[in-house]
């Protein structure tokens, strides 16, 4: 190669070099891109959902014979005004029991009165079998090493039973009503059933709490006697020998409530049981002795959970005077009367410092998490198959008539989505969003 005098030749071995060079480093940034700083990646770690959606691989998938679903046996919680979305909602502990529990598994029915729960374990599946239909079904929302089912075993009979798990062994079971759920912070169980009417055709609700372990204490009954605390109604059962036949063997602490529609109960806590009636409220604390009434008044009671337990009851100057406590405590706080109005009690809120917002992305308030997103993305990544699905067995439309049913487990990173023939797990691409709604979730 010739050189012109005064000015500098660079060899091509270099020139190649050097492209080659650039060449790695181009890729390099294209493979490390999608991933942040704090991950050794070279993108920002609020790189927007959008730019992210797209394929989600399936973590596992469960292949569903024709007749078996992911639907409960139509019952439901005795506060439970209306059908909980199958799917259900965040999957939080406060929620009515949906048949995708968390990212670990499924409940299942299926013909002639079977029925089974299926947890993803150690890379494969794992099978607790039912000879009846499940009513309910939850894995403790703490350390998932417990499954607490109600079954139907004839008509208007149900039990309750709690499982270890991995190994399936029974800890305990009891006759229950159709449903059962665990305290918020997972160290409890709490079901019941409906007494025989009192004398005057009131309606009473018999309740239990039983520990996660097989010792289950003592038989206890709340017998409503707190000084400066009304009295029960005439003939109100405070002995256990005013219970039913039933009654009397449930095992437990047990306390027996009046029951009217639109009543609420709430256990944030172990040993901590909050009731909402048209008669008024009521804060119950379960000591050696059994179940007792701390506090209670007039308005009405419901729920921030996580955070708080709410009172509203109207002023004198006008308007509703409002308080909010912890809920495992009477430390009651006024809210300014100048503050928005809260939105109607459901179950499916979850509650922020700033507001609240639900899976289905409702929002009040200010709850400080940008927009769900990834809900209708996974929905349209699977709607192709679900097509495909609904020519290949019938019952898909019945079971599936408008698309794929995805339940978002947004805690865990997770989404199930049944398809039709086969129910997946997807893991969600990881944006702060969940990070934040894992921690807004924590009890």
């Known amino acids: 190669m010739e050189a012109h005098l005064g000015v500098p030749v660079i060899p091509t071995k270099y020139l190649i070099a050097t492209l080659f060079i650039f060449a790695m480093l181009l890729l390099l940034a294209v493979v490390q891109a999608p991933r942040p700083f704090d991950e050794g990646g070279v ?13 989600y691989d399936p973590v596992t998938d469960y292949q569903l014979q024709d007749g078996w679903a992911p639907r409960f046996q139509g019952t439901q919680d005795p506060d439970q ?59 403790d929302p703490v350390k998932g090493d417990r499954l607490l089912v109600t079954l139907q075993m004839g008509p208007d009979r149900f039990e309750t039973r709690l499982l270890e798990v991995p190994e399936g062994r029974v800890l305990w079971s009891a006759q229950s009503g159709p449903w059962s759920r665990f305290s918020w912070d997972g160290k409890a169980a709490l079901f019941g059933f409906f007494e025989p009417p009192g004398p005057r055709g009131e309606s009473r609700l018999l309740l239990t709490e039983l520990p996660l372990g097989s010792d289950l204490g003592e038989t206890t009954l709340a017998a409503w006697n707190e000084p400066g605390l009304p009295p029960p109604p005439r003939g109100w059962p405070v002995k256990p020998e005013g219970l039913s036949d039933d009654g009397r063997d449930l095992p437990g602490a047990k306390v027996v409530l009046p029951w009217h529609p639109g009543d609420r109960l709430w256990l944030p806590r172990a040993h901590r049981l909050w009731v909402s009636s048209v008669q008024g409220w009521t804060a119950w604390r379960l000591e050696k002795a059994g179940w007792t009434r701390l506090a209670g008044g007039p308005g009405l009671l419901e729920a921030h959970p996580p955070l708080a337990m709410v009172v509203s009851e109207p002023s004198p100057a006008g308007g509703m005077d409002r308080r909010t406590t912890p809920p495992d405590a009477l430390d009651w706080t006024p809210i300014p009367a100048n503050a928005p109005p809260w939105p109607a009690y459901d179950a499916a809120w979850a509650w922020t410092d700033g507001g609240a917002l639900d899976a289905w992305d409702r929002r009040w308030g200010n709850p400080g998490l940008a927009p769900e997103r990834q809900r209708q993305a996974v929905t349209d990544f699977f709607r192709a198959e679900w ?15 408008e698309g794929p049913e995805v339940a978002m487990r947004e805690a865990q990173r997770s989404a199930w989505v049944w398809v039709g023939t086969r129910i997946v797990l997807v893991r969600l691409v990881d944006v702060p969003r969940l990070r934040a709604v894992r921690r807004m979730l924590s009890p």
Not at 43 to 55: K, N, T
Not at 104 to 110: D, E, F, Q, T
Request: with cysteine.
């Open 387 to 401: 097509r495909t699905d609904l020519e290949l067995r019938a019952s898909v439309k019945g079971w599936l008539p």
């Open 43 to 55: 993108g920002e770690s609020d790189i927007p959902v959008v730019m992210s959606l797209g394929a």
């Open 81 to 139: 005004l209306e059908p909980w979305p199958f799917g259900g909602g965040f999957g939080a502990p406060w929620e009515p029991a949906s048949p995708y529990l968390s990212d670990k598994g499924l409940a299942l029915n299926g013909p002639q009165g079977t029925s089974e729960v299926v947890l993803w374990r150690g890379l494969e599946w794992r099978h607790y079998r039912f000879d009846a239909p499940l009513c309910s079904a939850r894995l």
